[in-house]
């Protein structure tokens, strides 16, 4: 038998509606079967549902889950892959803030004048009209605590107004009189930089000077003075030391020989002249750099180290004089080194003989003097030269003697210029020029050497100088004579130079080592003392006064010495010759002496038995 | 009245006086020998300044009060006797 189903055909899914409902015969039965049609349509999905089972609910059902799809992992396509090291991976973790604008009322200034008017009128009182302010004005005057106010307050302000007329409470009093501390503090001085030779072999520091303006800087030249003391790795160089810097020197200077002397030069500070120890002169310029712009020729420069180097006071700016032991004085144009503008030789017979010359260690130079110029030399005179002479023999103008050993410092005194400081041997002196047999002040003989000296630019009585065991000596002449006010010791080798600053505060003194102390001296020996000047002068006048009048004495005496022995002499010729021959005079001394000293012991053996005899 | 005058007169002609003037509490000048306009300046600025140094003096001590006030400049000085209702302003130029 066969039933009749109704099978709907169900064509794809967007039909809802069979497409086609058929027929079928079904040969064998099946209840909720599906059979795929042969038909050639889509996917079609034959859904068979008893007629009478319509409209029931759909009955699901579980059924186990089903493995679809299954792709395993392919490490090949890995290959199609690179690895991401690092990766960047941002991450926050912060309070949510919302963020807002305010802005308050704007403060505005405006800058305004007022013009004071007349105020403070009471309101019926018109301040244009004249009649009103009058009137008001006089009804106040007739106030009668308008009255006794004025009254009390008049009396007030003429007590003021009288004391104002009497005295001015505000005067200045001894403004004139400038008021001068005293200072009790002791002398001193401290040392400030030490430059060191920055050289394995150590030069000795021979000159210092000083930069003209400011004195920042200090050029130092370095030599050996000692006799064939240069060895062959000895540099040649001097420096310029910026004063602050002590660790490395401003600048080099590269001369051919060793520079004995070196001088700014004081119209131009960029220009230096240095003497060299093989008689040269060379100057530089700062700016141009370390090799000297230009040299003087061998020829022509001294032959012996040149020990001292000036710089005149010309227009140009450019004249300089060395001096050297060869016993010449030379004048240079800088621009012109090859041959010098004037020679000098200083014979002490006037006859230039270079022979008899004597050598010169030191130059003095006055600017206030440009004509005289002084030389001190190795045998310990000073010759005082006139530079406008006619003939070379009237140049030198006269010596002074008094030293017994190489005159290395020669120094008017920036006050007094007719009174001019040498600094030799054991002593220091001080002369005026008028006397020139003698020094008129001098200090005691010294244990060791003095090797250099110089004048306190500010103050008249004092000066400084150096020796060769190592110590500076400031002396004022005005406090204390017979020993040094301040007495330093700088360093355990000798020291070979000294120069003061312009402003008297700070000094620079070179050892045998190449080291430049920069010392700074207490403000009492840096300032004009009152009364300084005047007490200077009456000292400088009162001893060359002295010498003057012992001068005199000494010629007479001599005057009458030698009228004397002439008298005498005039009797000897007519008894004979008694020349005595030096040995016999020596034994007829010998003999005198060894008399006289045996006098004095008996007298003083007698003295002490009348002592021993009187107790 | 006329001893007003006299005093003020007397004050006036001391020697090295410029000029005085007399102000009440409201800052009008009531009596002056200088001219309008110097006057004014005067009295205005020197008012407020004295009321200002009065106000310092007792502010410091409440018991203290200003006695008076003097003004040295370099040229001239200003002299103030102040007082609760007037004011005696005197300019002088200090003996030198």
Redesign the interface.
Known sequence: MTTWLATQVWASMKCNSPVQSSLWSTDSPSVGGHTLPTLTMEIVHVYTKKRNEFGRQCNFSDRPAELHVDILPDPSLASNFIERDPCDIPIQCTQEMSEHEVNTERFESDTRGIN???????KDVNPQEMEQTIR??KK???DE???S??????????H???Q??AI?I?QEYFEEEEVVEESEEQPSAKTINVFRDPNEIKRTATCLSWHPDGSCKLAVAYSSLGFQNISPDMSYDSYIWDIENPNKPEMTLKPVSLLVCLEYNPKDSHILVGGSYNGQIAYWDTRKGSQPVEMSTIEHSHRDPVYKVIWLQSKTGTDTFSASTDGQVLWWDIRKMSEPTERLVLDPNKKGNLDNALGAISLEFETTMPTKFMVGTEQGLVVSCNRKAKTPAEKIVCTYSGHHGPIYALQRNPFFPKNFLTVADWTARIWSEDIKESSIMWTKYHMAYLSDGCWSPVRPSVFFTVKMDGTLDVWDFLFKQNDPTLSLKVCDEALYSLRVQDNGRFLACGSQLGTATLLEISPGLCTLQRNEKALATAMFERETKREKILEARHREMRLKERSRSEQSKDEDTKEGDGEESVEELATRTEAEFYEIVEAELKKRAKEQEKKVRRD | ?A??EE??K??QT????IGTI?V?A???P??TTLDNSTT??YT??LHQLTMKARSTVRDIDPQNDL??L?I?SKKH?I?V?P?K??L?I?I?N???
């Open positions: 004071h008017v007349e105020g403070g009128w009471p008001f004005r106040v005057e007739k605590h308008y009255f106010t004025i009254m009390q307050l008049g009396s007030n302000m003429e003021c107004i009288k104002n007329n001015n505000y | 009245m001893e007003v005093t003020l007397r004050i001391h020697k090295g006086v007399v009440n409201e800052g009008i009531i009596r004014v300046q205005g600025l006695a008076f003097r040295r000085e002299m006797a007082d209702e007037y005696l005197v002088q200090p003996s030198e």
